[in-house]
């Protein structure tokens, strides 16, 4: 027994979790090398975590990109909080098709 660790089992025994909700990066890494520039690069990493925060909400990535997308254009970039994933909130008619 290791001083000071729970000995309840509530400790994971293995990484497998963080390593296959990284499985996708890693497995690409080799494409994103490609991007083009440093821009392109920085605007693929913050749609990838856009898409991972869709995913660790439970919130279906492509009915939330179409419906950010649609808003989006009416919007100023001060006027965003509410389409960023941890705030969005589906519409009450379309709530069904937005669950993953």
Known sequence: ???????????????????NSI???ALG???YLFAGNHEAA???????????TCKARQINPLAYLAD???KLP???VNNIDDLLPWNWKPDNSMEQLYKM
């Open 42 to 52: 920085q605007r693929a990493a913050v749609v990838y975590s856009i898409l991972a």
């Open 1 to 19: 027994m290791v001083e000071g660790l729970p000995t309840n089992g509530i400790l994971e025994i293995d990484n497998n979790l963080v390593e």
């Open 23 to 25: 499985r996708p990066i």
């Open 68 to 70: 950010v997308l649609d």
């Open 74 to 76: 009416a919007r100023t």
């Open 29 to 31: 890494r080799k494409n």
